[in-house]
């Protein structure tokens, strides 16, 4: 089994800035890529930022320039989140591609205006 957990939600302003982590853990093999989803009440889940196993990024339009996902190890992903908008409120998930597809258990981040 494999296991993603996310940490460093939480509540900040308009401006502000967060970082959320997610570690893999269990019987991995071989990760193919890992990443960010997002979803807000009342809205579809939504690819936020990825990274490949190559190191390749892919970010969503609302995010660029804004939002930065980086690694330490094959196992570890964070997300650096700048400039954060009330639009950014929403769960935001931790993603894995291990021969499927893994999530995390989600992480709340509110901006208020």
């Known amino acids: 089994q494999v296991q993603l957990v996310e940490s460093g939600g939480g509540l900040v302003q308009a401006g502000g800035s967060l970082r959320l982590s997610c570690a893999a853990s269990?019987?991995?093999?071989?990760?193919?890529?890992m990443g960010w989803y997002r979803q807000a009440p009342g809205k579809q889940r939504e690819l936020v930022a990825e990274?490949?196993?190559?190191?390749?990024t892919n970010y969503a339009d609302s995010v660029k320039g804004r939002f930065t996902i980086s690694r330490d190890t094959l196992k570890t992903v964070y997300l650096q989140m700048n400039s954060l908008k009330p639009e950014d409120t929403a769960v935001y998930y931790c993603?894995?591609?291990?021969?499927?597809?893994?999530w995390g258990q989600g992480t709340q981040v509110t901006v208020s205006s």
């Open positions: 993603n894995a591609v291990i021969g499927r597809e893994y």
């Open positions: 269990g019987s991995i093999f071989r990760i193919n890529a």
């Open positions: 990274i490949t196993r190559s190191g390749s």
